[in-house]
């Protein structure tokens, strides 16, 4: 049985990888230090009280925010912590099954989001849609879209729980 060879990148495909590799490594940081900054918080903390905003009332079973989010159950529930102990989030065991433990977006909660997301939206306009034409942002909504599609091919990202946002 003979291996293929190994397919190399192209010259084109290596500087795509390194830039795009680059904005991997170096946007979570930027995002999370004004985040911290700002808010106080991280931004993945953002993102735990973001997602839960967007679902129906507010709550999901913590094995499925953890899924959404790309954290294990245990670093979800340590954030949850966090978040409890700030009475931004609460815990409950659902209804439905005992068995399961539901995070739910508070008051408190949401009226930080709605004081936070301002800051937040300047700051990924500034890092990233004010360096693009808006030829550059469908492209960019356009390929990650398509890369997504490998990386998620069940579709996890965006929460169908969530509300698309549509344009205005």
Known sequence: MTAEPPRWLTAAQQNAWIAFSGVLIK???ALDADMRAKAGFSHFEYLVLSVLSETA???LPMSRLASLTNASLSRMSHVVTRLE???WVSRSTSVDNRRITRATLTDAG???LVE???GHVDTVRHLVFDALTPEQQEQLAAI???VLE???PGGEWPPHETRRIAEP
């Open 85 to 87: 102990g700030k009475g």
């Open 27 to 29: 946007l979570p940081y």
């Open 110 to 112: 949401f009226a930080l």
């Open 116 to 118: 936070v997301a301002p």
């Open 144 to 146: 990650s879209a398509q």
């Open 150 to 152: 490998r990386l998620d």
């Open 57 to 59: 009332e507010r709550s």
